[in-house]
């Protein structure tokens, strides 16, 4: 059954079909952008389409690759009936959908994603962007697809590492807001395994469900998902983008979010104890990398887009499976934190 999404009275479905059904029930008029990978990896989906690729990877969610995909579709005719389908990752999804949001003021938008990062994160919830020189993301819109198409046999042919990757947005939802999906995905690491689609599902269903309560990011409602992205964001920042992988930093941050909120006496110390041993289990890194610097962390943080006038906001689990929005939480707990790493 196809789960749908609600957005503002435009809901959308998000169906798992392999990519032979995919194809079949795309709209007729349609520009597939995808990247290099993708394109040497599945030629059969590609065959007879209108193709705009970009470069794998982040460089490509720039002013620069967007104006050669619109410059491209002007060239070759797409009009206001012609739907950007994303072929990709979170990258050309995000990509693909501020192509989508922009070109003759919003054309119809397509995601299929083939990570699982963007099969159970990005590819849910209408935000479409790409980044600026100054900072990730900042020049967006909401913009939902008219239907997300995954084939998770796509996701047999990622790197290790990218699937991992996937797995910290996986295990956040289970710690914010499912327990049961935390006995569920107990030893799930490969793509191969049956419990794949159940999971990869149930994830769809519980982004669906707060994205529908808060489409535009403005209740707080959207800000529980952000568990473990307050340093993880930090991380990445201070990293320079690439480094670590946006799954790799959020997984440090939720152990260190964990800490956080214990050190508050709002999370558990046992659930402490399973965020930081699930993760590990995963092969995902569970600390701060040596040498980090705890003051330009917090100086990102800061900055951070839910900090109101100098005071931090996290995203705290309070028993496995619930989590609250936390405003104005002491700096000193949060480099207390950090330095003990
Ligand atoms: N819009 C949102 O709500 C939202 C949410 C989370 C993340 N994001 C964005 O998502 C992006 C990260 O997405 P990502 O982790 O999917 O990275 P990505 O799109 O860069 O893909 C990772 C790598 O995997 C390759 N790849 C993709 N699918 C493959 C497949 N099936 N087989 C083999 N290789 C494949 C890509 O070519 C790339 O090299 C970031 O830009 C982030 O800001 C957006």
Redesign the pocket.
Known sequence: MDLIVEHEGKPYPVAFRSLVQIKDALPTSRAVVT????AR??PGFLEGERVVTVA???A??GLATYERVVRELAQSGADRKTAIVGF???????LA?FVAATYLRGVPFVQI??????QV?????????I?LPEG??LL?SFWPPIAVYADLG??????AR?FR??LA?VWKYAYIMDAPLASALEGLTQPGDPRLEGVVRRCVELKAEVVGEDPFERSGRRAILNFGHTIGHAIEAVTGYGAV???EAIAIGMVLEARLGERLGITPPETTALVRRTLGEVGLPTALREGSDPDALLGVMRRDKKATQGRLAFSLVETLGTCKLYHDVPEDAVLGVLQAG
């Open positions: 990247d290099e990978n993708l990896l599945y794998p990877g982040e490509s969610k990709g990752g979170g990258v050309v999804g995000d959908g994603p083939t990570t699982l990062l963007a994160d990005s590819s849910v919830g209408a935000k479409v962007g980044d990730k993301n967006g796509t996701l047999r042919t990622l790197p990218e990757n996937g947005e992988l946006h799954g």
